[in-house]
């Protein structure tokens, strides 16, 4: 493997005052780090997952199935055979909004009339496939003057392959219909059997499950790379903290473990969803330009 190397080079960007309403208002925002995240994106994916990485002519070539290597109900539903089976997760009871009915082990909502309107955490998509995913992000990423907004889809791969989805499912935004169908990892497979995470993972649902190989729960974890190249990390920062600088796209530039002389980089939302416990991974937009995705 290479030796680590980094690349910065601090360049100065003018805004102009017509598209300050795009631009970033930090105070730094005059100055941007570019770093080459080649060694970091070779080290960091989960090969024994089946991921490749490749680096040619400036660009990284990441791929894989989409298959996660941690436990899920979406493994074997019908069956419950398969040695990574887990069962639905049994949620907590945060607020008045959810509750566990034991008796017909159904997770329940209800409406602002006291409807009881979500049940069950299985939908009509159980199956959980591989796919040919392929995504290319830059060597040296940089941020866009243009922000581009994530859409449905694969917006990122989180470091085992499985795809990162943004704060949409269908063109709604996440709901409580969508997320009663979450395994504890925060995924779920779409209609046409794709796997993937829409949020952080509720390890307190399965104690048992301690060690995990979740992406992330509540941790500083490097949890994968959005489609533009920018490392996307759990709600915490190095040192436990909560960062509370973050811009309009759920990011900040700043030192990180696998990036020790700063890079821009995404955190987790901080922000307890619709107080149902979960935390979305993403939303809004790129902070650089999205490379290609492909393979569902
Ligand atoms: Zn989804
Ligand atoms: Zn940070």
Known sequence: MKKFLTILSISLFLFSCSDSDESDSDDDSMEEVTVDISS??????????????????????????????????????????????????????????????DELGRLISTDDDGNAIITYQNNMNTLMTAFDYTMEIP?????????????????????????????????????????????????????????????????????ENDGSTYPTIN???????????????????????????????????????????EIYHYHCSNENYLDSGWYVLKSGAYHGTPGISSGN
């Open 219 to 261: 941790d500083s974890k490097l949890i994968g790379f959005l489609r533009d190249g920018f490392p996307i990390y759990g709600r915490q920062e190095e040192d436990g903290s909560y960062p509370d600088d973050l811009d309009e796209n759920g990011g900040h530039t700043g030192a990180t473990t696998e990036f020790p002389d």
């Open 139 to 207: 060597t040296t990423p940089s941020e866009a003057e243009n922000k581009e907004e994530t859409d449905l889809g694969v917006i990122g791969l989180a470091l085992n392959g499985v795809p990162i989805y943004n704060n949409f499912e269908g063109r709604d935004v996440l709901g409580v219909v969508a997320m009663s169908t979450f395994d504890a990892a925060g995924a779920h497979p779409g209609p046409n059997t794709d796997y993937h995470y829409h949020t952080a993972a509720q390890l307190s649902i399965y104690e």
């Open 40 to 101: 970091v994106v070779q080290d960091a994916f989960y090969s024994d997952n089946g991921v490749t990485v490749t680096v040619e002519d400036e660009l990284i070539t990441i791929t894989s199935t989409g298959l996660p290597d941690h436990k899920t109900p979406y493994w074997d539903i019908e069956n419950q055979a398969h040695e990574l089976y887990e069962p639905f997760p049994t949620y907590l009871i945060t607020n008045d909004i959810y509750y566990n009915d």
